[in-house]
Nanobody, 117 residues
Framework: QVQLVESGGGLVQPGGSLRLSCAASGFPFRSYHMLWYRQAPGKQREFVARIGSAGFTNYVDSVKGRFTISRDDAKDTVYLQMNSLKLEDTAVYYC???????????WGQGIQVTVSS
């Protein structure tokens, strides 16, 4: 079955960087669209970034120029490089896999990112 495992989260100071990884298994990774979402305390889960199977990317406005999503199809892994982190980036970050043409996504378990001085 589809399995998504996030790693790389933790505590970082404002202005710092982290790189999240999401290791995928159980499905043909290279044909799936991969996304990152996040959920801050008391808020709804929100879209952060997407990379399509062909490599096209898009981002929520609040992270443009600071975050970069990428994928390595040879390793079945998607990454989220987060630079210039802000306090408001604190959240649980989730990896999501979307099969082409499917309305039912698959989610990872989430990983905590805390930006604090």
């Amino acid at each position: 079955q589809v399995q998504l495992v996030e790693s790389g989260g933790g505590l970082v100071q404002p202005g710092g960087s982290l790189r999240l990884s999401c290791a995928a298994s159980g499905f043909p990774f290279r044909s799936y669209h991969m996304l990152w979402y996040r959920q801050a305390p008391g808020k709804q889960r929100e879209f952060v970034a997407r990379i399509g199977s062909a490599g096209f990317t898009n981002y929520v406005d609040s992270v443009k120029g600071r975050f970069t999503i990428s994928r390595d199809d040879a390793k079945d892994t998607v990454y989220l490089q987060m630079n210039s982190l802000k306090l408001e980036d604190t959240a649980v970050y989730y990896c999501r896999a979307d099969a082409p043409g499917s309305l039912i996504p698959s989610w990872g378990q989430g990983i905590q990112v805390t930006v604090s001085s």
